[in-house]
Each structure stands twice: as C-alpha cells, then as structure tokens.
C-alpha cells in the first residue's frame, strides 16, 4: 500500500507479509487489526480492485493465500483466529487515498489531540489537500491533517447507499 495508513496495533509486518499476495489475488488489503486485547482475532478487511462486492468466496479465496504465509511467518506468537471481511458501507477510512475516495460523503473523524477545542468532527469530505482533509460541518470548513487523525469512517447516508448500488450493479454488469 503506498500511502500511509493510520496506524493499526502492531501489524505493519503482518501487512508486508500478505498485501503482495492479496494483490495478486485480485484485492486490496483496507485494514488488519487485531480485534481484542488478547490478539485472539486478527481481522484482515479488503475490497476487490475492480471494486465490486465481496462475497463469502472472495474471503475464502484471501483466506487460502494468507494462511500459509502466516504460518510460515508466524508474525502472532500465540494461537488466533483469522477472519477476512468485507469493509462494509460504514467503511474505515485508512488512506489518504481513501477519503479522496470518498469525496462528497459524509464522515465521523477522530482525531488524536484536539483541533479547535475539539476531538470528533462529523461532516463531509470536502476536499483533500495534500495530507491535509478538509471536512464541511454546518456550511464551515475544518481542516484536519491526516497524521493527526486516530480513526475515520463513512457515516451511512441515502446518497452513500446509493452510490454502493451503483458501483455493485456496474460491477456486476462487467462479470457478464
């Protein structure tokens, strides 16, 4: 992955072990975390490159790739389980590249210290500005670096859910 993410608990080695072999799958790795304290689950998030729907077969498919390289890697020292999903419509933002994604739609950020007395911003995504998203709350506009923001995702709209349904029957016009 090319830009830099918002970091995820220790699992940029994990990344470097799989993001090549997802890619070459036919995917883009959106997120790995761990989704409990005791690293138990390690959740692997990703969306096909053309963009359209995951399916249950689609995380199969990831699934039989990363299995075995990390088994040989053996990145997690202690026995886990390994999910793949889809990132869903309320989608994390970890790019930059994602919020240039999503441009238009509305978003809740966090960030990791407060800009202009505050920590949670929900607004739409204006523009990007070289690492820089400039979200529009209440017709103002509030700049946000992206190295400063702990957490973002889409907030689900009547717009957002109309643009995943375009994008799933566009993706399922081009498999036929």
Known sequence: MAS?????????KIEEMI????????????????????NKTLQIMIERLDRGPITVEDC???SRVVSPLLDVGDPVPNSYTLEV????????????DDFERFLGFKAAVETKRPISDRKKFCGLISSVIGNNIRIEIDGK????????????????????????RRAANAASRTEH
Do not use: M, W
């Open 141 to 164: 506009y509030i700049e946000l670096p992206f190295e400063e923001i702990r957490q973002a995702s889409l907030i689900i709209t009547d717009e957002l859910i109309e643009a995943t």
């Open 60 to 62: 199969a498919v990831v």
């Open 19 to 38: 993001c090549p072999s997802i890619v070459s799958a036919g995917y883009d790795l959106v997120q790995i975390k761990f989704l409990d304290e005791h």
């Open 85 to 96: 999903s889809s990132p869903g419509i309320e989608r994390p933002l970890i790019k930059v």
């Open 4 to 12: 830099k993410n918002i970091s995820t608990r220790g699992t940029e």
